[in-house]
């Protein structure tokens, strides 16, 4: 568990970059999080089944609140979407809320504790402690091993049901375009006028609340800094989108007093009804995505 500790001493320094932890873990998808910009007030691993991201799904994850020096190993839910699976009864009824063990939590609070730390850093080395006692690397290797065969059990479950959402193919789903989009900003052409906005060293562009509804995505444009309406639809878009658009832009210019907020729409396909509406629309942009796929041949040495 070494890279644990190396992750509870980062979190005090101020170094953001993740690239030199493991990619994945016991078949699992592994990521860090420190923050974007800035510092996060709680930073994370996540430990995420395929089709699942921590802003889509429900997840094993470490919540370091360094303010307090807790770690907690918790049953994990996404704060940015609804994800229509959740972990089962029994472990909501059996374990406490984060909210429960950390007195206000800046975030997370409603994921649920499986294991709580304590820790403590010395000379440049953290001890864990559990119930005030010294718990080793071997212990919460256990403690985390438990916990993901907990969620692989479940996993199993959301599979053998044939309509549910893991089963049937998140590939095909807005959120999953959407996630792409976050994860590879700065290589498609929207990074090159616009920007994602992040408060307190988190992302906040995503899944952006609204009394109204959530925005898909909701950034800035980085010449202007007039926030930009993001739509995600992950096949063909019509008209009725460009409604749905123009309610979200009509909030933001009201509630935020942005007199010149923009709308885009993200399509897989391109509708004629939305064409015509769109000529009638000033500050609506519309971009098509496309998927390629690639097969290699494997070499053998």
Known sequence: MDFLKGFILQSHDGNLKTSHYAKEYSDLRMKVSFGMGMSARVPWISFTAQGMSTSNGFYPVYLYYKDVNRLILSFGI???SEYSGNWSDEIQSSYPKVSE???NPARYGASFAYRTYTTIIQNGSVTFLNDDREIDSEAMSVDLNEILNIYKGLLDIEVRNENSV???GLFYLESQLEQFLIENWESTPLSKNLELIYADGELTSQQFRTDIGRIDLLVKD????SHVVIE????QSSDDTVGQVLRYMGWVKEKMSDQNVRGIIVAGKYDEKLDYARKMVSGLEVFIYEVQFSLKEHVKN
Do not use: A, D, Q
């Open 78 to 80: 996404s704060e940015t």
């Open 101 to 103: 063990v950390i007195e």
């Open 166 to 168: 893991t089963s049937t």
């Open 222 to 225: 980085k010449k202007t800094g």
């Open 232 to 235: 995600l639809k992950r096949n």
